[in-house]
């Protein structure tokens, strides 16, 4: 949302009165397909109520998490009024609200939002419903069990948990009427009825998980790098920062832990390219909203050490037999150009053959539209189904064979070289990976449990298959996860780590065959253009540009590491991979590396070599 309208030339309420802005990917998060059983995400609720307000109708906003969910997946138009308590952090203001709104605008919709705690701060209001006959409110409540905003404010509360009556009978007993959701398939008719109904009050009970946690919208920390473009910072908004961190932001690691020399280079190669002729164009780019960064390699940092270090390293191997052979198929060009070779594709392969695996699969055979995000563990492939005509779309599918143009995987006679345990205070998932690769000192490839405090990721909702440069329009194949996520949420995940220093060439080709880094990124559009007499897009260009830039800031620091990590998500913690089943599993996402995790326990394995999959 925030980059349609810094890049809207009409003017920010031109912008949000525009049919244009109601889709849902203009929303400020993207609400994840998949729900536990016997509940419902209260965000799809509201964003399909979204869609139904029309000019004059009314939103009235009870305090709790509900407003965060209304905040972050409602998104209004046309005149829709938004009335909340605001500041005053009122709870029960919305129903009293929305029935003085009703009465004022007796020919409009008027929709009261409140948490099953709020609601029941001003319940017995319902009465003013019969008292005058209005017929024209909407309400939603969210019943997830707990006052979630004390629940998941602090630790050891008490007195969060809270019950409810039946508020579909309760409806029915004020002379109105309702219905319950408890699964995401009956909300259309749901909103249908609630629209359609005026003989009084209609209430909509939401089943919500009450392990799911609202969070307010993620800021990305852009302090680095405002001190690094800070002589041309008044050209840069701040959502053109947010992105440039998420592009080059990465490449200058924690800028504590820069030497100042390395600090004056950075500052010189990237004031040097932003401030060009070319920086001009880039933020030409970022102003339009057509902006979409590559990912990029993480700098190598200095482990943590002594007292500091929360991991604890058990020796597995000796020296005189260190190092395992993966497999592999394809390559990630395929991905970045949305290829699919044929020859690539038709071949099986089987999960029982493997501890581990990811990357790109589809359990449905050779077939191209239904590849996605893939990750192989206990004698399974789990993917999310991004065939977008098919009923399955958003799902998560399992099976015991897939296809692939581009996965890696460890054989199941593999012993690990080491294993790692650590329990800290949240660390970035780079950071955590960053250090067990300076006690590896080689390429690796790592699988385990971890415990996320904080979960960022991005799913696959369309297949690379259409001839389309994948990071220069990945608006058009990604959803982001929401910025929300189960308390304690763990994930069972499986990666390849490495330098591009120390190593053959050899072993340096085949590792490249599965990092996304920008290297694979210019081989991508190399490739393209050759097959093609048409220029690269624009965003092509300035990625290019750009990635000179980074080049040339990863010879100065000269400890580039390379990341690629793929979760399954699970639903409640296990002890092991062996227990990963269908019904413990959320989705599968590629893994951010700006994710925090507090505890892992994962088994490394040195690459000696990568082999062809039978």
């Known amino acids: ?33 998949e729900c536990s059983n016997g509940y419902c995400h209260p965000g799809k609720v509201l964003a399909e109520f979204g869609q139904r307000m029309k000019k004059d109708d009314v939103v009235v906003v009870d305090t709790g998490d509900i407003t965060l969910w209304t905040s972050l997946c409602m998104c209004l138009r046309n005149g829709t009024r938004l009335i909340s308590s605001q500041a005053m952090g009122t709870m029960g203001y919305a129903l009293p609200a929305g029935i003085a709104s009703a009465l004022i605008r007796p020919h409009s ?95 909509i009970e939401i089943c919500v998980d009450p392990l799911l946690k609202a969070e307010m919208a993620k800021i990305k920390d852009t302090a680095a790098l405002q001190k690094i473009t800070r002589p041309f910072a008044h050209k840069l908004w701040p959502s053109d920062l947010q992105r440039l961190q998420e592009l080059v932001g990465q490449e200058l690691g924690h800028i504590d832990m820069l030497s100042k020399e390395e600090y004056n280079d950075a500052a010189e190669i990237l004031s040097g390219f932003l401030g060009g002729t070319t920086g001009q164009k880039l933020l030409d780019l970022l102003h339009s909203g057509d902006w979409y960064g590559a990912q990029t390699a993480k700098p190598l940092m200095a482990p943590l050490e002594g007292r500091d270090s929360p991991f604890s390293i058990t020796i597995i191997k000796n020296e005189d037999n260190k190092g395992t052979v993966l497999h592999d198929v394809g390559a990630v060009r395929y ?25 790109l699969g589809t359990i449905k055979g050779p077939h191209a539209p239904s590849l996605s995000d893939m990750v192989v563990v206990n004698d399974r492939a789990f993917m999310n189904s991004a065939e977008r005509d098919s009923p399955d779309w958003g799902h998560l599918l399992c099976g015991s064979s897939l296809n692939t143009t581009c996965g890696i995987f460890l054989p199941k006679d593999s012993i690990p070289d080491f294993s790692v345990n650590f329990t800290s205070k949240p660390l970035e998932w780079n950071r955590v990976v960053n250090d067990i690769y300076s006690r590896a000192d080689g390429p690796l490839f790592f699988c385990g449990l971890v415990q996320f405090s904080s979960l960022e990721g991005q799913a696959l909702t369309k297949p690379p298959i259409y001839g389309e440069d994948l990071l220069a329009q ?11 996520v189960q308390k304690d949420t763990w994930v069972y995940v499986t990666g390849l780590a490495t330098r591009y220093t120390g190593i053959s060439p050899e072993l ?20 393209r253009q050759a097959k093609s007499d048409e220029p690269a897009s624009p965003q092509s260009h300035y990625i290019l540009q750009l990635s000179n830039a980074i080049n040339k800031l990863r010879s100065k620091l000269d ?56």
């Open 1 to 33: 949302y925030q980059r349609r309208v810094h890049g809207h030339k009409g003017g920010w309420r031109q912008l949000i009165d525009s049919a244009e802005v109601a889709r849902p990917w203009d929303l400020r998060v993207t609400v994840d397909k």
């Open 109 to 203: 919709k008027v929709l009261v939002v409140a948490g099953d705690g709020g609601i029941q701060m001003s319940i017995g209001e319902l009465s003013l419903v019969c008292q005058y006959k209005v017929t024209n409110v909407i309400v939603i409540i969210s019943k997830n069990t707990v006052l979630g905003r004390v629940h998941f404010g602090w630790e050891g509360v008490k007195g969060d948990q809270i019950d409810s009556p039946d508020y579909v009978l309760l409806a029915k007993a004020y002379g109105g009427s309702g219905i319950q959701i408890n699964d995401p398939s009956q909300i259309k008719s749901a909103v249908d009825q609630a629209m359609n109904y005026n003989k009084g009050v209609f209430v």
């Open 335 to 359: 991905v970045l150009q949305g290829e699919v070779p044929a020859d690539v594709l038709s071949k099986s392969v089987q999960a029982s053959k493997y501890i581990a695996g990811f990357e």
């Open 474 to 484: 990945a608006n058009k194949y990604y959803d982001g996860i929401p910025d929300c």
């Open 508 to 527: 340096e080709k085949k590792l490249g065959r599965h990092l996304y880094d920008i290297k694979a990124f210019e081989d991508s559009v190399a490739g």
């Open 559 to 614: 400890r580039p590491m390379l990341n690629h990590t793929h979760g399954v998500v699970l639903l409640r913690k296990i002890s092991s991979g062996k227990e990963i089943l269908p019904e413990v599993v959320s989705r599968v996402i590629h893994l951010r590396g700006n994710s925090k995790c507090s505890s892992a326990k994962l088994d490394v394995y040195l690459v000696k070599d990568i082999e062809p999959a039978c």
